[in-house]
């Protein structure tokens, strides 16, 4: 039994090391697989703080921290390794002041503040994650809600006339005309009143200028008066009186992250929409017009369904 057992430990040895080793090695990959997420702002908050945090609960191995636009140096002194998440346009603003740095996604910019900021160029290592809804899917809204309209009419000024472009080649794919109207001066009517007698139904651009506090209750009253539903821009204003708009929370966000700090950065899309997103109504409004009640997780399940589709 003496010599049989002697024989027998060594190879246990190896297999002991063998496994060793193995762990080891497993261990350096995971450590190799943890990213460091730098997110940056102008401020702290409870609210970045609680982003943050979930952020973290999604990606428990990765190492998740904040820091102010104050206490960091220039893009170009960062870890290349280190992934950058801007949440504001001081931030932004911060990470244009060169090209070199990390890889970076902008996080809930619009369209119209990238357009101020950026022109028609856009820096490389810059992801652009758009916060407006995208056109296409406010379209498809608008036929799901009311499908007799055909008329889609729209507001824009100087700093949103860009958008108009896009918008129109979405409506093409599906059967829908865009009337448009500029509204370059708020405080005058005419123009919004011209368009709603030539519009079945309104589709607000993410445009501050023309949908904000001030002019809310004007474009809501005469719409309401006109019995024409008005369509986004955003959740804000479908709680104000606008009909519906789909939109992007906080949870939504957070899964498009998780999704793209899953990818290498060399993969990251120079611009993207929201393709996780929820539907938002007004009960009320819907009432007045004679629209049956909306089932907004229905229509949102729908509507991404047919994204989906090639």
Same mark, same amino acid.
């Given at each position: 039994?003496?010599?049989?057992?002697?024989?027998?430990?060594?190879?246990?040895?190896?297999?002991?090391?063998?496994?060793?080793?193995?762990?080891?090695?497993?261990?350096?990959?995971?450590?190799?697989?943890?990213?460091?997420?730098?997110?940056?702002?102008?401020?702290?908050?409870?609210?970045?703080?609680?982003?943050?945090?979930?952020?973290?609960?999604?990606?428990?191995?990765?190492?998740?921290?904040?820091?102010?636009?104050?206490?960091?140096?220039?893009?170009?002194?960062?870890?290349?390794?280190?992934?950058?998440?801007?949440?504001?346009?001081?931030?932004?603003?911060?990470?244009?002041?060169?090209?070199?740095?990390?890889?970076?996604?902008?996080?809930?910019?619009?369209?119209?503040?990238?357009?101020?900021?950026?022109?028609?160029?856009?820096?490389?290592?810059?992801?652009?994650?758009?916060?407006?809804?995208?056109?296409?899917?406010?379209?498809?809204?608008?036929?799901?809600?009311?499908?007799?309209?055909?008329?889609?009419?729209?507001?824009?000024?100087?700093?949103?006339?860009?958008?108009?472009?896009?918008?129109?080649? %979405?409506?093409?794919?599906?059967?829908?005309?865009?009337?448009?109207?500029?509204?370059?001066?708020?405080?005058?009517?005419?123009?919004?009143?011209?368009?709603?007698?030539?519009?079945?139904?309104?589709?607000?651009?993410?445009?501050?200028?023309?949908?904000?506090?001030?002019?809310?209750?004007?474009?809501?009253?005469?719409?309401?008066?006109?019995?024409?539903?008005?369509?986004?821009?955003?959740?804000?204003?479908?709680?104000?009186?606008?009909?519906?708009?789909?939109?992007?929370?906080?949870?939504?966000?957070?899964?498009?992250?998780?999704?793209?700090?899953?990818?290498?950065?060399?993969?990251?899309?120079?611009?993207?929409?929201?393709?996780?997103?929820?539907?938002?109504?007004?009960?009320?409004?819907?009432?007045?017009?004679?629209?049956?009640?909306?089932?907004?997780?229905?229509? %949102?399940?729908?509507?991404?369904?047919?994204?989906?589709?090639?």
């Amino acid at each position: 039994m003496g010599p049989r057992a002697s024989r027998k430990m060594p190879n246990l040895g190896r297999l002991l090391a063998g496994v060793c080793l193995l762990l080891a090695s497993w261990l350096v990959s995971l450590s190799a697989c943890a990213e460091d997420i730098l997110l940056i702002g102008a401020d702290d908050s409870p609210g970045i703080q609680d982003f943050a945090t979930a952020l973290g609960e999604l990606r428990p191995d990765d190492t998740i921290r904040f820091q102010s636009v104050a206490s960091l140096p220039t893009p170009s002194q960062l870890p290349g390794r280190t992934r950058l998440i801007l949440l504001d346009l001081p931030s932004l603003d911060w990470r244009l002041q060169e090209d070199l740095g990390p890889a970076t996604l902008v996080l809930r910019i619009s369209r119209l503040q990238a357009r101020q900021r950026l022109g028609t160029t856009q820096p490389p290592r810059l992801s652009l994650l758009w916060s407006d809804p995208p056109p296409q899917r406010q379209l498809h809204l608008i036929r799901r809600l009311l499908p007799q309209a055909r008329r889609v009419g729209v507001l824009y000024d100087h700093h949103s006339e860009f958008l108009l472009n896009e918008l129109r080649q %979405a409506a093409q794919a599906l059967n829908l005309d865009i009337v448009t109207q500029r509204w370059d001066n708020t405080h005058d009517s005419r123009p919004l009143q011209a368009l709603l007698k030539n519009s079945d139904v309104l589709l607000g651009l993410d445009d501050p200028d023309l949908y904000n506090p001030r002019t809310a209750k004007n474009l809501l009253l005469s719409s309401y008066a006109r019995q024409t539903a008005l369509i986004g821009p955003n959740a804000g204003f479908v709680k104000a009186g606008s009909l519906a708009s789909s939109y992007s929370d906080q949870s939504d966000w957070l899964a498009i992250l998780d999704e793209l700090l899953d990818r290498p950065t060399a993969t990251w899309p120079r611009t993207h929409y929201a393709n996780h997103f929820k539907v938002l109504s007004n009960p009320q409004v819907a009432r007045s017009l004679g629209i049956e009640q909306i089932d907004e997780a229905l229509v %949102a399940t729908q509507l991404a369904a047919g994204e989906s589709r090639p």
